[in-house]
Antibody
């Protein structure tokens, strides 16, 4: 079945780096644009970044621009989020999500999320 | 503060209809389609509406959406207890070149 599984979350000190992965299965990964969305405890979702299906274009939220890098390996059906210079306010559950083909921003398949805690 | 503005709460009784509003601007709702998500505690958001008020497979027809100018709304007809959840609107913003979520509306089924 169509599935996204995130991994790589954990506890990290401020200023350090962490890389998240999202393994896709059950669909043609290389045909879909992919997003990262995060959600802090008790808050609403916050969009983080998007990468087009071929990796040619990437957009980032202002809050992470210059610190986070989204990438993908279509041969491995895997999406990544490299996070550096982490701050306490980056603490959240991070979800990868598939963008609906042809839609501006709709995301129809989500992973279960991986928690990131930035704390000393 | 979210770029897309939603009321923090809404409520209704079983069988009733309820509408949740979402206000934005020309660069987001005014220019692009609006998505609606439902989120139950401890789970990822679930897409309810995409495109021009389309529903993914499995989403009941009780959920519908509309848009006018820079505002959008989600209507839930025949309210059921399992509809109690948080609802978020979302849209791409052409000025910011980024995706935006509303602050969320907590729907209580009385």
């Amino acid at each position: 079945q169509v599935q996204l599984v995130e991994s790589g979350g954990g506890v990290v000190q401020p200023g350090r780096s962490l890389r998240l992965s999202c393994a896709a299965s059950g669909f043609t990964f290389s045909s879909y644009d992919m997003n990262w969305v995060r959600q802090a405890l008790g808050k609403g979702p916050e969009w983080v970044a998007v990468i087009l299906n071929d990796g040619s274009v990437k957009y980032y939220a202002e809050s992470v621009k210059g610190r986070f890098t989204i990438s993908r390996d279509n041969s491995k059906n895997t999406l990544y989020l490299q996070m550096s210079s982490l701050r306490a306010e980056d603490t959240a559950v991070y979800y990868c999500a598939r963008r609906v083909w042809g839609d501006y921003f709709g995301m129809d398949v989500w992973g279960q999320g991986t928690p990131v805690i930035v704390s000393s | 503060q979210s770029v897309l503005t939603q009321p923090p709460s809404a409520s209704g009784t079983p069988g009733q209809s309820v509408t949740i509003s979402c206000s934005g601007s020309r660069s987001n709702i005014g220019s692009n389609t609006v998505n609606w998500y439902q989120q139950l505690p401890g789970t990822a958001p679930k897409l309810l509406i995409y495109g021009y008020s389309q529903r993914p497979s499995g989403v009941p027809a009780r959920f519908s959406a509309s848009k006018s100018g820079t505002s959008a709304s989600l209507a839930i007809n025949g309210l059921q207890s399992e509809d109690e959840a948080y609802y978020y609107c979302a849209a791409w913003d052409d000025s910011l070149n980024g995706g935006m979520f509303g602050g969320g509306t907590k729907l209580t089924v009385l």
